[in-house]
């Protein structure tokens, strides 16, 4: 089984400052890593994915995270956040290979204020 | 591409009554889908795995007559909460994954907000 831990529930941040959301997880084998950002009462967008290949993984609205297979890590970065990125954030595994139901992380809140 | 929705986007109901909640991929075919139920301040449930043309897989704990599932065809999945009380009130998001293209992202509806009175 997978498992996923997202360890800050809330990170405050001010607009155009850097910010990291952490992510880790736990699997025997070998998994899809996700970020997903939810606004309020809506459902969840895909921000970016990392499957094979390069560990650096770009996504939409600046965000890029970094697969760490030492660390089983996979954090969640952007260098300058703006006030609409005011959002849940959630880290999520599949299994590789399959098209695999989702663990999620229990999700970071980033508020963003001036 | 790869949008899925959901209707209704909210209902309220009596308790006792049941209501059903449609989950439609709008520009790709989906032979799985899943069904997500989230409470206020907290992460996804999983409920159940969709498999078009086949039953519905449960999670544990998961009351498969209280929440009946039906995958009619490719771009359609429906979730039943049939005899509802207050205690079924929460978000219920769906997803689908594409059966060609990106066969290993899920892709979210909008979710469907549950008030049982």
Redesign the interface.
Known sequence: AQSVTQLDSQVPVFEEAPVELRCNYSSSVSV?L?W?VQYP??????LL?Y?SGSTLVKGINGFEAEFNKSQTSFHLRKPSVHISDTAEY?CAV?VAGT?S??T????TRLQVTL | GAV?S?HPSWVICKSGTSVKIECRSLDFQAT?M?WYRQFPK???M?MA?SNEGSKATYEQGVEKDKFLINHASLTLSTLTVTSAHPEDSS?Y?C?A?PISGH?????????T?LTVL
Do not use: C, H
Request: hydrophobic residues 35%.
């Open positions: 899809y996700f997903y009462n809506q459902g969840l967008q895909l994915k499957l959630f599949s098209a139901k989702l999620f992380g229990t999700g | 899925v959901q799985t899943f907290q992460s996804l999983l795995t978000f998001i997803s994954i066969t290993d992202t899920q892709y979210f509806g909008p979710g907000r």
